[in-house]
């Protein structure tokens, strides 16, 4: 446990000592922000026009225009894209930059174990994800100042997004660790994040069997039922299962790096 702490803590100076958190977080919530500002002004847009037509029509009531559906499952549908394009250059120099440095051999030959080592790289890179998912919850206090948005399915969907996040940096890492080189690994991770992404699109060209293998493992299928506000115990194995298993290649690819010193 206190190698496993004294990894996760360099790793967390590392990423604030030097301006990688802050322009990763930056880079985020900018592009966040200026969706989510886009998506309550066409809200804001919607309700005039409800309005209007409620006027025009002599006072009758027309349908409620449901502030979650439209706002809140909007603004998590973009987000999940925006983390396929930032998670990669969280965990790029988790071990790419350890060997550029020369740095691994001295991991390598250290008392601290490879699992040790990953765990404490990968919840230090998870840990980093999820403040600065966290920090957008502010855009959630301000649809409460001026709407009654469910709580339910928002609290849901950020439990979603923290697995998804451990997907990501699973997958991330395991492309670090292939390569030495930070731009490779980035290419690698996003490529790969990519496929996942897109995989169950071949489901609607694919039998029937295939088709549902194709949509099991694509990794944004599973995050929908988090978004609607359903924590379903499948997609929570789902997600854990993942990160398992790109950790546990990871480890595989380490550790042939100790057998070969």
């Known amino acids: 446990m206190r190698n496993f702490l004294a990894v996760y803590t360099k790793e967390m100076r590392s990423y604030f000592v030097s301006p990688v958190a802050y322009v990763i977080a930056g880079v985020f919530l900018f592009l966040s922000g200026y969706l989510f500002r886009n998506i309550l002004m066409q809200f804001n847009f919607l309700c005039m026009q409800f309005a209007q037509q409620a006027q025009y029509m002599g006072g009758q009531n027309l349908p409620n225009l449901n502030l979650n559906e439209i706002v809140v499952t909007q603004f998590f549908g973009v987000m999940d894209f925006i983390w396929l394009l930032v998670v990669p250059m969280l965990t790029m120099r988790l071990f790419a930059e350890e060997k550029k440095n020369g740095t691994m051999e001295l991991l390598m030959t250290s008392p601290i174990s490879s699992l040790q080592v990953l765990l404490g790289k990968f919840f230090a890179c998870l840990s980093l994800y999820t403040i600065i998912v966290a920090l957008t919850l502010v855009y959630c206090l301000i649809l409460e100042l001026y709407g009654e948005p469910d709580w339910g399915p928002i609290f849901s969907a950020y439990l979603g997004y923290i697995l998804l996040g451990g997907t990501f ?66 997609d929570v194995i789902f997600y854990l299962s993942f990160i398992f298993f790109g950790l546990f290649l990871t480890t595989r690819i380490i550790e042939s790096r100790r057998w070969r010193r």
């Open 169 to 234: 940096i699973a997958v991330g890492t395991l492309a670090s660790a292939l390569t030495e080189n930070q731009i490779v690994a980035v290419l690698l991770s996003f490529g790969m994040l990519l496929l996942l992404w897109l995989i169950d699109w071949s489901a609607s060209f694919a039998g029937p069997t295939a088709a549902k293998i194709l949509q099991h493992i694509s990794i944004i299928e599973h995050l929908k039922d988090f978004q609607r506000g359903v924590i379903d115990t499948k």
